[in-house]
Structure formats: structure tokens, C-alpha cells
């Protein structure tokens, strides 16, 4: 690396450099260490999040990689929020523009101090897209090492237990169907060890979705947490990241708009979160990469749901790994790859998938016999969702994907949350949760404390909900989320009151609030915008988010 022009050199070399070398050599480092690449470790350990908090050893072993190979790793750490935790409170308007903030962190970091290249740690939710984010913004050398799903819970009543099951076992500790003190042994057998929840929920999404994008070595995406597999792949990854230096491989020769096209393709495959339709539309706005929302949809309809996997399915990230895990997946939808898609392998798609074979079995189905013959997301777009909405169909009972409804109007979760629990929903509602919105909310809420209850209380067939806020991963049943535009941007959402009907329409992609069109026009020349306090982070954070069909991203401008 010697000859090699490098960004550090601009700590490193030089007479007018000299205090920043002195700095660099208060930490131990000695003059050699200066021709050799400054590695940036980006880790998002923290001892109050499970997909976290095994981190700072996994960080260990990819430094070990990269000493190995000649560089010089140096790491510091992000925020990480466990949106798990969040859930149900005034807790939960704080994930979603803590991407932003991981993003600009990352930025911070790594521009002030002339990394040469990036190693990213991350787990859950918005950590893994906001790692991508800054990666596409800086676009040095970088390279992802996802945390890991964890053990699958099992006991006498539940052979895969996840978090979804669990939060859907309080409701039905609520209808008498299981104890307090049975709920109390489900809680601990829940998740048996540290890692992602082990679902296809937003967390493992992202995870599979970093390795299909390209920017983590094949199988790290559902390598389990506590594996010694894991342990490996981090100690391959620190040291491919000086390949990738060396071979001048950047975030945006990765993730281009057929590498996303293909993180698509495979959210459908897999069944993934509705919460991936925001973070590929802003990744692909820091790629500065055009993507539009139908693209979901014209990816979906071609592509099927072939992953057997909660909450959707049946079996856990433990069986997907098994079964081949990513690469399996890439493997049987191939046909609708773009298979010159460059990966940090050095390969592309095809390359990589080359001596991989496509499973057959009841954990990934072939493309012949898919589990559903769309893929799991849908968007619907109406009078109601004029820039759109989003669904995840995989989870929605066949039933409930043509659905009539009577609204039900409520202005925060909490609210139809108590409706759920006071037994005022009857079959036939439809719950409208409006000001749950990236601006309204403010921070776009995950409404899954009222669809574990909506599901939990077996409402999920002749109830369904529809909001601009969001859903967690784990959501299931008949819950379109991410309205827009939304109430707090006088949205048609707004204007709903109680006893109007509005059709679900999931198959011809249509979300129609059945109102008169003349109405509907009077009602939004009057409606008064409701307004939620807002304070410190989020107080900023609403002046400058977009929608959520631009992946409510900030405006910069």
C-alpha cells in the first residue's frame, strides 16, 4: 500500500501534518502503521438491544481480519435502537429517524478523520439501512457484517416462538385462552439467545437484503448470532475489506439501480417487511438512483412469495440458514435477477451463485409450487392513498384481500389500541389510525401493539386496519400502513369519520375510501390539521421529513 494514494495520507504525510501524527501516535500506533489503510470500524454494540449486545466481540474478530492482511482498523460505535422495546409508547416515534442520525453520524466520523475504508456492524431495524445510507452518502470501500437472528424459542404449546408469536399471546391471555402465569413461561422461552428477532421481520429483511444488494460476503446475512460461522465471516470480512481498497470497489458500484431492482425481487421472495419499501427508496436516494414505489409492484407481480418463513410462515431464520439462506433464495428466483450485479465478492450474482443449488423443499418453496403466486408486498394506491399504501399480502388471510369495511376513527395507536382491549371493534370495522404519519406521527410509529391485539383476538378476518403510520416486520393479517399523503399533510386520511365505508382491494392493488367525490372535496376545503406536541429531535425532525412514499427521508434542500 505504500505507493498507493490514500485519504489518511491527509493525517499522515506531510510536514504541516505533524500534530496530527503526534495524535495518531498518542494511540499507539507507530510509523509504519501510516503507510498501511485507516480502516473505520463501525460498530452498533450496546448492552440494551439483543441484536446488539454480542456485537463488540464480532467487532474483534473483523480487526483481527484486518490487521492480518496489513491495515490498520479503528473503531467506533452508533447509536442502535431496539424498535422491539419501543413498541406500544411515545418510544417508538424515535426508530425511524434514528436512521437519519446513524447515517449522519457515520458521515461525521468518518469524513473528519480520513478513513480509507469501512467495516459496518449492525443489527435490527433502521441500523442496518442507515449503515447502507452512509455508505452510498460516502461512498469509500465498505463492507457490512450483519448481527445475526437468534435462537429460536420453543415450548410444549409453540415449536417456533418469535416475537410476534409472543405479542400475540398476550392477546390471547386477554381472551382467557392462556394463563398469566403461562404467558410469564412464554416470555422466557422466547428468545433464547442474543441476535436479531428470529422472524422475518425488519431486522433480518435488511440483513438478507445488505447480502443481496451486495455489500455482505454471501451466507452473513442469516448466520445465526451466537454460530461460530458468524465469528468467521467477521474475521473474512475484515480482511476483504482491504481487497476491496486495493481492487477500488465503492458502495455505488454495488448498489445500482439492478442491485435494488434485486433487493426487490427478493423482499418478495422472502415475505419481507413492509419497513423495506422505505429504507430501498432511501437508499436508492442516496445513491442518487431513480426508483418509484410501482416498481414494488411490478417486481411483485412477477416475482412469488416462496419463503416459508414467520410471520408469514411457519419456521424460523434457524430453518432459512439451514436451508441455504440467502444464497437459496437468489438461487430459485434467479430467472428475475439481474445477474451482472457486482458484489464485494468482486463477483457478480451469477458468479456467486454458480455451484449454489435451489432448494426444494417446505422452508423454501421452487418457483414451480411458490407458497403465493405474487410476491408479499403489495402497493395500493385510490382515492385514500393517492401517492400510495403498503401491504404485506403474504400475511394477509385469502379472505381478507377483497374487504368492505366500516371505519373506525382514531388519531393514535394508543387510542385504537384501548378500542381493541374495551371490546368496542365488531367484525366488519376497519381501524383508521391517522397522525401516525413521518410528520403527524411525528417519526411514523410502528402500529404493532394494535395488530397483535387485532390478530391475537382473532379479529384478523373480519377486521382489518389501515394508517399512515407503519408496521413492524413482524406484523400480520389484513394492516395497510404508510398512507400517503398523510393526515398531518391534509391527506384524504384526515377527512374519514366514523361509519364510512372504504374498500380493500388487494388484488387489483386499490385502497377507495366510498365516499361521494363532491364530499370528499368539501370535507378536505375544511378539515383542520391535528397537531401532536412535538419537542427536541422530533420537533426537527417534522419540519423536514418527506412522506413515506419517498421513503420519508429528510429534504435537504
Not at 41 to 62: D, K, M, R, T, Y
Not at 302 to 331: F, M
Request: charged share 25%; net charge negative; with cysteine.
Amino acid at each position: 500500500m505504500k505507493n498507493l494514494k490514500k485519504r489518511s495520507d491527509e493525517l499522515t504525510k506531510g510536514i504541516e501534518r505533524s500534530a496530527h501524527r503526534a495524535l495518531l501516535y498518542s494511540l499507539g500506533m507507530i510509523e509504519d502503521d501510516f503507510d498501511k489503510p485507516l480502516v473505520a470500524v463501525v460498530n452498533s454494540w450496546n448492552e440494551i438491544v439483543p441484536g446488539h449486545a454480542h456485537l463488540q466481540e464480532l467487532g474483534n474478530f473483523v480487526k483481527q481480519g484486518i490487521w492480518e492482511v496489513g491495515g490498520v482498523p479503528k473503531e467506533f460505535e452508533t447509536i442502535a435502537v431496539c424498535d422491539g422495546m419501543c413498541q406500544g409508547h411515545i418510544g417508538m416515534s424515535y426508530p425511524l429517524p434514528s436512521r437519519e442520525i446513524i447515517a449522519d453520524s457515520i458521515e461525521i466520523m468518518v469524513q473528519s478523520h480520513r478513513f480509507d475504508a469501512m467495516v459496518m456492524i449492525a443489527g435490527c431495524d433502521k441500523i442496518v439501512p442507515g449503515m447502507i445510507m452512509a455508505a452510498m452518502r460516502i461512498n469509500i470501500p465498505a463492507i457490512i457484517l450483519t448481527s445475526g437472528p437468534s435462537l429460536t424459542g420453543k415450548s410444549e404449546h409453540c415449536s417456533v416462538i418469535t416475537t410476534t408469536d409472543i405479542r400475540e399471546f398476550a392477546g390471547r391471555t386477554l381472551e382467557g385462552k392462556f394463563t398469566n402465569e403461562e404467558l410469564s413461561e412464554f416470555e422466557k422461552e422466547a428468545i433464547p439467545s442474543l441476535g436479531s428477532c428470529a422472524m422475518m421481520g425488519t431486522a433480518n429483511t435488511m440483513s438478507c437484503l445488505a447480502e443481496v444488494l451486495g455489500l455482505s460476503l454471501p451466507g452473513v446475512g442469516t448466520s445465526l448470532a451466537v454460530g461460530s460461522e458468524k465469528k468467521r465471516l467477521a474475521r473474512q470480512t475484515g480482511r476483504r475489506i482491504i481487497e476491496l481498497i486495493n481492487e477500488n470497489i465503492k458502495p455505488r458500484d454495488i448498489v445500482t439501480k439492478n442491485a435494488l431492482e434485486n433487493a426487490i425481487a427478493a423482499t418478495m421472495a422472502m415475505g419481507g417487511s413492509t419497513n423495506s419499501v422505505l429504507h430501498l427508496m432511501s437508499i436508492a436516494n442516496e445513491g442518487k438512483i431513480p426508483l418509484e414505489l410501482e416498481a414494488f409492484n411490478r417486481i411483485g407481480k412477477k416475482v412469488p412469495y416462496i419463503c416459508n418463513i414467520k410471520p408469514s410462515g411457519e419456521y424460523s431464520l434457524t430453518e432459512l440458514h439451514e436451508a441455504g439462506g440467502v444464497p437459496a433464495i437468489l438461487k430459485t428466483i434467479e430467472p428475475y435477477l439481474h445477474s451482472e450485479h457486482l458484489t464485494v465478492t468482486g463477483k457478480n450474482i451469477k458468479e456467486n451463485l454458480k455451484d449454489v443449488v435451489a432448494p426444494k423443499n417446505n422452508v423454501i418453496f421452487p418457483l414451480e409450487n411458490p407458497k403465493l403466486p405474487e410476491g408479499g408486498i403489495a402497493i395500493l394506491y385510490g382515492n385514500l392513498a393517492p401517492n400510495g399504501a403498503v401491504v404485506k399480502q403474504s400475511g394477509i388471510h385469502p379472505s381478507m384481500k377483497y374487504f368492505k369495511g366500516r371505519a373506525k376513527t382514531f388519531k393514535s395507536m394508543e387510542e385504537a389500541s384501548d378500542a381493541i382491549i374495551e371490546d368496542k371493534i365488531q367484525k366488519g370495522d376497519i381501524l383508521v389510525i391517522s397522525y401516525e404519519g413521518p410528520k403527524g406521527g411525528p417519526g411514523m410509529r410502528e402500529m404493532h401493539m394494535t395488530t397483535s391485539l387485532l390478530v391475537g383476538r382473532g379479529l384478523d378476518t373480519s377486521c382489518a386496519l389501515v394508517t399512515d403510520g407503519r408496521f413492524s416486520g413482524s406484523t400480520r393479517g389484513p394492516c395497510i400502513g404508510h398512507v400517503s399523503p398523510e393526515a398531518a399533510a391534509k391527506g384524504p386520511i384526515a377527512i374519514v369519520e366514523d361509519g364510512d365505508e372504504i374498500l380493500i382491494d388487494v388484488p387489483n392493488r386499490k385502497l377507495e375510501l366510498l365516499v361521494d367525490e363532491s364530499e370528499i372535496k368539501r370535507r378536505l376545503e375544511v378539515v383542520e390539521i391535528f397537531e401532536k406536541p412535538k419537542t427536541g429531535v422530533l420537533k426537527r425532525y417534522a419540519k423536514l421529513v418527506t412522506s413515506a412514499d419517498k421513503g420519508a427521508i429528510l429534504d435537504s434542500d
